[in-house]
């Protein structure tokens, strides 16, 4: 994993940021202590991971996706910072 600064422009939210750099809100949030509030000219830290995003379907849990993609329950927990998911979540299912 690549952690990088990025200086905030114009009318970027926390979201937007997320997907470009391949991570979560969750993982901005929590690197840089904030609530996720961005302000132009603002320096955040954050992790770039590779992986891909999936979107839990119906009786997924987190063992299940771990093992369709082939990857560890702990890394899915980490990266999302949450060992519970819902249907129509989008998780990020980070590389090993």
């Known amino acids: 994993m690549q952690r990088i600064i990025y200086r905030i422009s114009e009318d970027t939210s926390i979201d937007e940021l997320a997907a470009r750099f391949n991570t979560t809100a969750a993982n901005i949030k929590r690197i840089n202590n904030t609530d ?28 299940k996706i771990a093992k369709k993609f082939g990857v560890k329950e702990q ?13 129509g979540q989008r998780i990020f299912i980070p590389k090993e």
């Open 75 to 87: 890394s899915i927990v980490d990266a999302n910072s949450s060992s519970i998911v819902f249907i």
């Open 36 to 63: 996720g509030i961005l302000k132009k000219g603002m320096r955040v830290l954050i992790d770039c991971a590779q992986g891909e995003y999936y979107v839990v379907q119906p009786f997924d849990d987190i063992a």
